[in-house]
């Protein structure tokens, strides 16, 4: 296989002209090709009078390719291999390893699991991806808050209900295996090939339950609704996991136990503590979701182009004069800022695309970083603590019903308390209230948000309009704890303890808390 990169395609290109560019590269008949298929697509929008597509194309010919490569002499065109996971011969294990949570992390390493042999136990403390949906809208639409099944627990993870963001910076080629087997399951087949793939709410809920649905085949046993509550030890290893399941307890034996928790689960968090389990704070982020018109940002990023193209994403960093930096996270073109706290007397927000990514508006988090000397107190879970204590204090802000605080830009940025809406219309169910973001966040982060929405603009213009909109609070975009753990990847503190993805402070997003998924089944099958 040939693959060819660094080809420039028109918007609106045709299978044609794929094959008609590989042919012009190659120096050889169209009819010479057997197959071209994308590798990798991006748009290039640097100049706007001429936007277009940069792809990676694979080939495959009917003759000889390295012979061809060779008369062509194309600097852009190489001999690859399509990527393959091997996988692994398992070592016998005398008891089934458990998994704890069916996050992305959750998923994956049981998926690797059950594809080598073994058949791990799975539990999830909410419940399956279709009466999660049932408990989230509930939430959106009632203000009825079920605290064990929400947009942070249940099957899939918080991921599940944000947009299927698949982007990553990790270079750890488990990535194409973690995009091959969503796919594989009924995710949108342009993931394998878009530079910013998503798969959408509303399609990746199928998604993980096709893979729901290949583990109990393979023999993995999964429990919903279905909480670890403690972990039994004895001469440091695991010797049982203590379960609850509508209030009944009981034991299930194993000694090996992935962690793979998400970043919202602050009993387990409390009990790792009082079990003396390492635990470290790390920097973390904290801060709001921001609004604008979708077609805004569509034509402050592409032009006069913009409605040939797909809503427009951007991702945005600035470091103010004091050395802290703010950017923008998890970003939800045409999509809706949504719900996503887990506790009682909370508000919590997050952004959530479906497919199409239609929707009025787009949003994102607008972030500033949080190092633990920030927070006073010397607690291993102090960053826990004080996230509470703004989630409460954002439920108390928006009205003490669920609702969330919120405040145009313009208004903001001129320390005065919104009294009208502007062109943007907040998406947040179950509904807004306008409020000060002084009496939610602390003065570094209202002031860091000051000075850098203007810088944005300057990169992005039309981020600081006056009537986009600011809602609090974004306070769970990752963990603000690290489970520690050796090169085994278990814990440092109890053998057969393995922390697991991002709640564990090992990722950030789907794709790298899928691969560290598959990096510790990899070393279950292998000890």
């Known amino acids: 296989m040939i693959r060819l990169s660094n080809i420039k395609l028109p918007l609106g290109y045709t299978d044609d002209d794929i094959r008609r560019v590989c042919a012009k590269e190659l120096r050889i008949s169209e009819k010479a090709i057997k197959t071209a298929s994308l590798y990798r697509r991006s748009i290039d929008a640097r100049h706007k009078n001429d936007i277009h597509y940069t792809t990676s194309i694979d080939i495959t010919l009917s003759g000889n390719e390295q012979a061809a490569l060779n008369k062509a002499k194309c600097k852009n065109a190489v001999i690859t291999e399509p990527y393959r996971y091997l996988p692994l011969t398992p070592k016998n294990k005398e008891k089934r390893p458990l998994i704890v949570g069916t996050g992305p992390a959750g998923l994956f390493c049981a998926l690797i699991l059950a594809q080598s042999g073994i058949r791990p136990i799975v539990i ?14 509930r939430m959106w639409q009632k203000a009825v808050l079920n605290t064990e099944c929400n947009v942070q627990f249940g099957e899939g993870g918080a991921g599940t209900f944000s947009d299927g963001k698949l982007n990553t910076g990790t270079k750890d080629g488990r990535s194409r295996k ?25 399609k990746l809920r199928d998604t993980v339950k096709n893979i729901r649905e290949e583990l109990i085949a393979l023999g993995a046993e999964i429990y919903f609704d279905t909480k670890l509550v403690d972990i039994k030890r004895h001469d440091g290893a695991i010797t049982a996991a203590e379960v609850e399941h509508h209030g009944a307890k009981r034991l299930i034996d194993c000694n090996e136990i992935v962690l793979a928790i998400g970043h919202s689960a602050r009993d387990t968090f409390e009990l790792l503590h009082r079990m003396d389990i390492h635990i470290e704070p790390k920097p973390f982020s904290v801060g709001v979701r921001i609004e604008h018109l979708r077609e805004s940002i569509d034509r402050s990023q592409y032009g006069a182009a913009h409605n040939k193209l797909p809503a427009a994403y951007y991702k945005q960093n600035v470091h103010l004069r004091d050395g802290r930096g703010v950017y923008t996270f998890c970003m939800c073109p045409g ?3 949504v719900a996503a706290q887990s506790e009682e007397n909370s508000v919590v927000t997050n952004g959530m695309s479906e497919f199409a990514r239609d929707k009025v508006n787009s949003n994102a988090a607008l972030l500033v970083s949080v190092h633990p000397d920030d927070i006073n107190g010397e607690h291993r879970l102090k960053g ?41 219309t907040p998406s947040y169910l179950p509904g807004t209230g306008f409020a000060s973001m002084e009496d939610i966040l602390p003065p570094f982060v209202t002031d860091s948000l000051r000075e850098a929405i203007p810088m944005i603009d300057r990169r992005l213009h039309g981020f600081n309009h006056p009537d986009a909109i600011l809602t609090a609070v974004e306070s769970r975009s990752s963990s603000p704890i690290r489970i520690t753990r050796d090169e085994s990847m278990q814990s440092v503190s109890l053998r057969g303890l ?3 993805g991002e709640g564990a402070g090992y990722a950030g997003g789907i794709v790298s808390a899928a691969v560290d998924g598959i990096k510790v089944a990899e070393k279950i099958i292998t000890t």
């Open 178 to 202: 973690v995009l091959l087997e969503f796919a594989a399951h009924g995710a949108p087949e342009e993931i394998l090939y878009n530079a910013k793939p998503h798969i959408g709410t509303d």
């Open 384 to 424: 826990m603590f004080w996230q509470r204590e703004l989630e409460r204090k954002a439920f108390v802000a928006g009205g003490g019903d669920y609702r969330a605080p919120i405040i145009r830009v313009g208004d903001f940025l001129n320390k005065e308390i919104s009294t009208r809406l502007g062109e943007v």
């Open 124 to 137: 999830e403390r909410g419940s399956c991806v279709e009466e999660r949906a049932k408990a989230v809208n």
């Open 498 to 500: 393995y922390p697991c």
């Open 335 to 337: 999509g809706v800022v």
